[in-house]
T-cell receptor, first 112, second 114 residues
Framework: AQRVTQPEKLLSVFKGAPVELKCNYS??????LFWYVQYSRQRLQLLLR??SRESIKGFTADLNKGETSFHLKKPFAQEEDSAMYYC??????????????FGQGTILTVHP | NAGVTQTPKFQVLKTGQSMTLQCAQD?????MSWYRQDPGMGLRLIHY???????DQGEVPNGYNVSRSTTEDFPLRLLSAAPSQTSVYFC?????????????FGPGTRLTVL
């Protein structure tokens, strides 16, 4: 069975402060990890995936297989980062047929 | 490309009524999925399809039916609506060819069952 845990339901920071959204996963296969973001009343959109190792909107995330974590980080939060963030897990070998297992989500609020 | 589209945006039903949530994609994606989003629960998979004519159950399939007669469309049917089905429903698609599991999501349908 695969599982994704996001331990923080709510996270509040001030503008300019560093932010880290935690994500831990449990999976016996080869994982493919994603971060999705959902701005107020909008559809989910892909923010990052671990295989691309890129930085989007100043966010980065590194897959740590030893700690089974994929934490999302940004050194200087902006008000426009306020949103719901979901960590999601698929199988890198393609056996999950595009299905993803999502964490519970973390609502990030960045105060001015 | 419109991407993934869903109709309706909002719907209110009475307990026991049935309805179909529509989902279409114009990206020629093989894989399509339905998720429901509930506070504190994240997104949970209801049903998915790996191609026309092939569907399977996800984590929370009870009370829902799906069919996939074309590559483009993947409707979700609520057979007899219950208040526990009040949720936001997202349809998603994935091309399935590169091996990536990246999902492309529709705008969602907000359903209230009274």
């Amino acid at each position: 069975a695969q599982r994704v845990t996001q331990p923080e339901k709510l996270l509040s920071v001030f503008k300019g402060a560093p932010v880290e959204l935690k994500c831990n996963y449990s999976y016996s296969g080869s994982p493919e990890l994603f971060w999705y973001v959902q701005y107020s009343r909008q559809r989910l959109q892909l923010l990052l995936r671990h295989i691309s190792r890129e930085s989007i909107k100043g966010f980065t995330a590194d897959l740590n297989k030893g700690e089974t974590s994929f934490h999302l980080k940004k050194p200087f939060a902006q008000e426009e980062d306020s949103a719901m963030y979901y960590c999601a897990l698929g199988d890198a070998g393609g056996t999950s047929y595009g299905k993803l297992t999502f964490g519970q989500g973390t609502i990030l609020t960045v105060h001015p | 490309n419109a991407g993934v589209t869903q109709t309706p945006k909002f719907q209110v039903l009475k307990t026991g009524q049935s309805m179909t949530l529509q989902c279409a994609q114009d990206m020629n994606h093989e894989y399509m999925s339905w998720y429901r989003q509930d506070p504190g629960m994240g997104l949970r998979l209801i049903h998915y399809s790996v191609g026309a004519g092939i569907t399977d159950q996800g984590e929370v399939p009870n009370g829902y039916n799906v069919s996939r007669s074309t590559t483009e469309d993947f409707p979700l049917r609520l057979l007899s609506a219950a208040p526990s089905q009040t949720s936001v429903y997202f349809c998603a698609s994935n091309h399935g060819r590169s091996g990536s599991n990246e999902q492309f999501f529709g705008p969602g349908t907000r359903l209230t069952v009274l």
